[in-house]
């Protein structure tokens, strides 16, 4: 399929438009290059480096459609590969983590070790193999590209892609954020809550970052706050109060990433709150106070850090262009005491998770938004326009105090929700799939040749 994908994302800041169609959401031919030019082309986050801590544990993960297994090997260093047997392509690790110094297909028995290395070949010396055979690599297939930053592992497809370092680039203020609230990081707490919704996956990218939403899609979680604070509720669980938020805003970021934050008028609600003397001394005052505002990070395609009342990370599965899965953990700084940990699980369970207050209500409204979007005579949405008179480039007051440097900037009153936030996302998207039908236009041209030169 050829497409002119700048006829998908019109992007004219400068003229006070930006806006995106439908086709980008509904069509699943797009869908399959999306797959091909996206997530099997740019860094695609796997999970924490904590999840396989001792020697010879795994888990396994996504990228795209390709099965991943990282696995840590007996010396203690860590590996990723495609999560599928040589011999005839069954899936050698079946469960989703574990600790085993071998894995053995359950299919024709071929094995191998924690290190990717195959150690066996079921009946080898009576298979009359042939020489050919004999001298190929039997290991499992390592992933191309496969870097840390601070305990998060992600993996490409792509053997070129830009270093991993220039893909987070100036989003690892907002990452740090989360891993330096302890001394020793963050880490998943036991449990993980995995749904799907029938609708397509960039909906909860644009979600992760929408303020717009809140008082329209939660006012049954908005009531339920004015009930316990009424003392109505025999619940006093302390949540989040979003009639008290006064000032927020938003950055974007190189590559598709972008952040939105708002300053939290009860930081004691927070189960981060006790440890605000040792943050100060560890990691100053102004940010030991950033990590105690409510701050939403998305790093483009497939993470989401949320912190409002608790910390959740969410990782984002596309499996079709009306289906998505969703993975939702409680993120907690490593050594926190008990108590902390249990009002921290309250919290996470209150708001977030599948059946919390708040994500059924978004999941919902992104299949009314799916089914919606099936009114194909409708062809451009105009949902990207809150903030583009406030929006700066580069670097505003926040971002200067904070010492980093975004691509855009904006701040304000709560009540601006800006929609900025989301052309990074649209910018990258777009990006990414002209680079990858010019990749495919490039590759044709040189079979056509090919098969002209034979011809001659």
Known sequence: MKRDFDNLVIDRIDDGRFTVHRDAL??????????????????????????????????TA????HPVVVSRDADGRLHAFLNTCRHRG??????????????????HGWSYDSAGRNIDIKDQKEGAYSASFEAENH??????????????????LDPDVHSLDDHLGEAKFFIDLVIDQSP????????????????????????????????????????????????????KLAALDFSLYKLRGGFTFDHGHAAVWSRNPTPEIRP?????????????????????????LVLFPNIQFAE??????????????????MKSWCLAPVGESAETREFRLRQFEDFFNSSGLATPDDTTCYEDCQTGNGARIVDWQQGYSRGITSVRKGQNEVAQTLGFRPATSQSGAHEIQDETVFHSAYREWLRL???????????????????????A
């Open 26 to 59: 509904r069509d699943p031919e797009i869908f399959e290059l999306e797959m091909r030019y996206i997530f099997e082309r740019t860094w695609i986050f796997l999970g924490l480096a904590s999840q396989a801590p001792k020697p010879h544990d795994y888990f």
């Open 62 to 65: 996504w990228i795209g459609r």
């Open 90 to 107: 069954a899936l050698v690790v079946q469960h989703a983590q574990g600790n085993s110094k071998y894995h053995v297909c359950a299919y």
């Open 139 to 156: 290991d499992l297939v390592a992933l191309p590209r496969f870097e840390e930053y601070r305990g998060l592992l992600f993996g490409c």
């Open 184 to 235: 020793d990081g963050v880490e998943l707490v036991p449990g993980c809550s995995t749904y799907t919704y029938k609708a397509n996956w960039k909906l909860q990218v644009e979600n992760g970052m929408d303020a717009y939403h809140l008082t329209s899609t939660h006012p049954s979680f908005m009531k339920i706050v004015e009930r316990r604070k009424s003392g109505e509720s025999k619940n």
């Open 272 to 296: 981060l709150f006790p440890s605000l003397d040792e943050l100060k001394k560890r990691v100053g005052d102004v940010r030991a106070e950033w990590m105690l505002n409510s701050r939403n």
């Open 308 to 325: 409002n009342a608790s910390l959740q990370l969410r990782t984002i599965r596309p499996l079709a262009v009306n289906l998505t899965e």
């Open 433 to 455: 799939m002209k680079a990858g039908a010019a990749r495919d236009a490039a590759r044709a041209d040189v079979r056509v040749a090919s098969r002209v030169a034979g011809g």
